[in-house]
């Protein structure tokens, strides 16, 4: 070979190189940037987060009525308990109750078969 030729060839690798090498530095700073987060911890919850050990020693003085949804003290939940287990609320209408099945079952069937709604 001339050595023109093997000039040309030593001048492609060179090339080569230098261009795996620019690529390699290109995406080492890419991924080094993309990691770098400011703040220091991400797993942590926020500040503003009440930790658990805390909500579980703290005493609950007020409670949702189960009927309703309202607001109770400790003394009207306990009541309402004891009045709820004594006498439970009414039951529905079977009729009313088989209604209500067959209005889920057909909810449920219109949203697979939409074309079923004539």
Known sequence: MSSQVKYLLS????????????VNVIITTIV?????????????????????EILRAQ?????????????????????LEIQLQQAPPP????????????LRIRKTLLQFFPFLSI
């Open 91 to 102: 039951k529905l209408d079977p009729k009313i109750r088989d209604q209500i099945f067959l």
């Open 11 to 22: 001048n492609i690798k060179i090339k080569k190189i230098v261009q795996l090498i620019l």
């Open 32 to 52: 080094l940037l993309s990691s770098y987060r400011r703040s220091p911890v991400i797993a942590l919850p926020p500040p503003e987060d009440i930790p658990e």
């Open 59 to 79: 005493i609950i003085i007020e409670g949702r009525s189960p009927i309703d949804g309202r607001f109770l003290t400790a003394a009207e939940y306990a009541q």
